[in-house]
């Protein structure tokens, strides 16, 4: 009987889905950032589609994207709070989410810059060496690497897999603020109903998990990753929902948080860290 009524309740939101991908382009351009997420995100699974990049290139794409997200979300934020400072004034609210918003978001895109910049020098001096443009000898050398200096394709699979220089936890609590601040700043669509919501995100969350088997290196790391992001990413969708968001505490601590900004927001944060986190 349960199983029947949770068959019930995902056939409308499947429907649902299906209206939301046909209105994707419309919600990108009004700046809905969790669509502009999920757009860019599908342009990078297209890519990995293609099947006609390698694995550092790949590597590169994915940091582009990051960083489009990142700048987005920390535009749209900067928007919104000189809006509410022109309106409001520096109030004690605007002072301080205002200022913690605005530091996370110039950290945020500074560090998917400096990460874009540094994927594509790699690229490049991959590619160069690929065509024999660097010709620097080698005598000998590690296993992996040619006389020519030349890495074979295994080693930069192994070293992408490996990578895992800025794929901190504090890289993914960094991206979950901006990420968060970016919805209660953006126009989002929530669920209908807290019941839609929590089914949603039950059906979210099981995603995730299935996510990090197929594409984290480590599982033990992603689920790490995972737990980190949903417990700051709920206090935080509280926190921010209610002194930037608006949205009455009485509401968040509801069931009616399934059906707010504030689920958006969650999901939103946890999307966008797993997705800079993992390792394909």
């Not at 690497?145 to 990578?163: A, C, I, M, R, S």
């Not at 919805?183 to 839609?196: R, V």
Request: hydrophobic content about 50%.
């Amino acid at each position: 009987m349960n199983f029947q009524r949770l068959i019930m309740e995902i056939q409308p939101m499947a429907s649902s889905g299906g209206d939301y991908m046909m209105a994707l382009p419309a919600k990108v351009q009004s700046g809905d950032l969790f669509a502009i997420m999920v757009a860019f995100i599908l342009i990078y699974c297209a890519a990995i589609l293609v099947k006609k990049f390698s694995v550092v290139v790949m590597d590169s794409i994915k940091k582009v994207v990051i960083f489009f997200i990142i700048a987005v979300a920390a535009y749209i934020f900067l928007n919104d709070f000189l809006f509410r400072v022109i309106a409001q004034g520096l109030t004690v609210d605007n002072v301080i989410f205002g200022i913690t918003g605005l530091l996370c978001g110039l950290l945020a895109v500074g560090i998917a810059l400096y990460s874009v910049v540094k994927s594509l020098k790699k690229t490049q001096k991959g590619k160069e060496a690929k065509e024999g443009k660097i010709s620097t000898p080698v005598p000998e050398g590690p296993a992996g690497v040619t006389p020519t200096g030349e890495e074979k394709t295994e080693t930069y699979l192994g070293q992408f897999l490996n990578h895992t220089r800025d794929n901190t936890l504090g890289m993914v609590i960094l991206y979950l603020i901006i990420a968060e601040f970016g919805i209660f700043s953006s126009k989002t669509i929530a669920a209908s109903t807290g019941e839609a919501g929590l089914t949603f995100f039950i059906i979210f969350m099981a995603a995730a998990l299935i996510f990090i088997k197929l594409v984290y290196h480590d599982y033990t790391t992603g689920l790490k990753h995972l737990g980190v992001a949903f417990v700051l990413g709920f206090a935080l969708s509280l926190v921010l929902g209610h002194f930037w968001g608006g949205i009455p505490i009485e509401v968040l601590l509801s069931m009616n948080y399934f059906s707010s900004d504030a689920l958006v927001a969650l999901i939103t944060g946890i999307s966008l860290s797993l997705f800079m986190s993992s390792k394909g």
